[in-house]
């Protein structure tokens, strides 16, 4: 029999399969388990959203439609990014997705290619080295470091990892899994970066809303660009608005990149479908109060939590300052891709191992508090339950 997979691209070959989806497939169907591996909430979308929607459906929105966006939402989320950030922004800036894993995708496809390299600092959703792998290019890990206190990125570090090939930096703040946010004077300093030495930067703040100081949102290199900067910013409606089987996300870049990106979703998906961006219109115009309720839940839940974990001295995190996700390690147990399936069938929870998430994420799990605060109270106790097994004990 001959080998069909030998005649594929050895970048397809070598695409890594999830850590995440591992443990989500083992225990999908377990009966009681408390799902906390992926990173969405158990909130439906809203009624206004869905409404939106089929009112566009029973209108006959049907057809192909505009390969940037509808005008309609591009204008709303230029209003949303003046809202948020307190600058101008034109529609032209911004392109709608078949989510944001694709806004990554077409991100990476537009900067980089066989023999460049990309920075990404590390724990890191494992979609983004993924992506960038697939276009042929490679993934320069810049290991973070974890203290009790928090995760922090050295910056010299960052600007001593570049090189030659370098082409982009991408940033995830806050981040998936560790909660780490950076600061004004942080994403300053990284502009600076990348400004010395004429590179791109894929911004990722798609959780840029979940903090936990008060503050409505976290810093943006918004707070800090220029809008002739090389920066190109990836965005989804799937967290703030409970979105995240629709799959609509966004670019925003200069306006001269537009033809391109316009390129690439015609080459890709042709554009999204017309209903589906009524709903996200109505996300934008008409969802911060549901966003104020995602915030006050998830705000909860994390407060309940990290006192549970927070008391088990065998557990080891640093509190989230932005996302809906805690990294945490248990002392003994290095293993976490073995540990997380042992949980499923001895806790009853679904968490993702932390080696999904690079070299630096070994050692630890990643749990998504974006769930009622009774859940997550019922998985705090199984997991400290489970920690007092005598079996367990040290």
């Known amino acids: 029999m001959s080998d069909l997979r030998a005649g594929l691209r050895p970048e397809a070959l070598a695409a890594p399969p999830s850590g995440i989806v591992e443990v989500m497939n083992y225990g999908r169907d377990r009966a009681g388990l408390i799902p906390l591996w992926a990173g969405e909430g158990d909130l439906a979308t809203p009624r206004f959203v869905c409404d939106a929607a089929t009112r566009s459906l029973a209108a006959g929105e049907t057809f192909y439609t505009w390969q940037r966006g509808i005008p309609d939402l591009r204008a709303a989320l230029a209003r949303n990014a003046e809202r948020l950030y307190g600058r101008p922004a034109a529609p032209e800036r911004f392109f709608v997705t078949g989510s ?5 995708q077409i991100a990476a496809t537009a900067l980089v290619g066989a023999g460049d390299e990309v920075l990404v600092p590390t724990p890191s959703w494992p979609n983004v080295p993924a992506a960038i792998a697939l276009r042929g290019a490679r993934v320069v890990e810049i290991p973070m470091t974890f203290a009790p206190s928090g995760w922090t990125l050295d910056l010299d570090r960052l600007a001593a990892a570049v090189g030659p090939t370098t082409r982009a930096i ?38 840029g809303r979940f903090v936990f100081d008060g503050s409505p949102r976290a810093p943006s290199f918004h707070d800090v660009a220029e809008p002739d900067d090389r920066i190109v910013w990836v965005d989804t409606f799937s967290k703030n608005w409970a979105m ?43 969802g911060e109060g549901f966003l104020a309720h995602q915030l006050a839940r998830i705000g909860e839940s994390r407060r309940l939590l990290i006192a549970a974990l927070g008391a088990e001295p065998r557990v080891r995190f640093a509190e989230p300052g932005g996302g809906f996700y805690l990294f945490f390690a248990v002392d003994g147990e290095p293993d976490t891709a073995r540990l997380g399936l042992r949980l499923v069938d001895e806790a009853n929870v679904g968490l993702a191992p932390g080696t999904a998430f690079g070299t630096a994420g070994a050692g630890f799990l990643r749990l998504c508090f974006a769930r009622s605060p009774d ?4 998985a705090a106790a199984r997991i400290v339950a489970w920690l007092a097994e005598p079996s367990r004990v040290p």
């Open 244 to 286: 995240t089987g629709w799959r609509v996300g966004w670019i925003e870049a200069p306006p001269e990149l537009g033809d391109v990106i316009e390129n690439l979703v015609q080459y890709s998906t042709s554009g999204v479908a017309v209903f589906l961006q009524r709903g996200a219109v109505a996300a934008l115009d008409h």
């Open 170 to 207: 991408f940033l995830n703040t806050p981040c998936n899994p560790t909660g780490w946010t950076a600061t004004r004077e942080e994403l300053a300093a990284i502009l600076a970066i990348a400004r010395r030495s004429g590179l791109w930067i894929v911004a990722d703040e798609v959780y």
């Open 100 to 104: 944001g894993m694709q806004a990554i």
């Open 375 to 378: 859940s997550i109270a019922e």
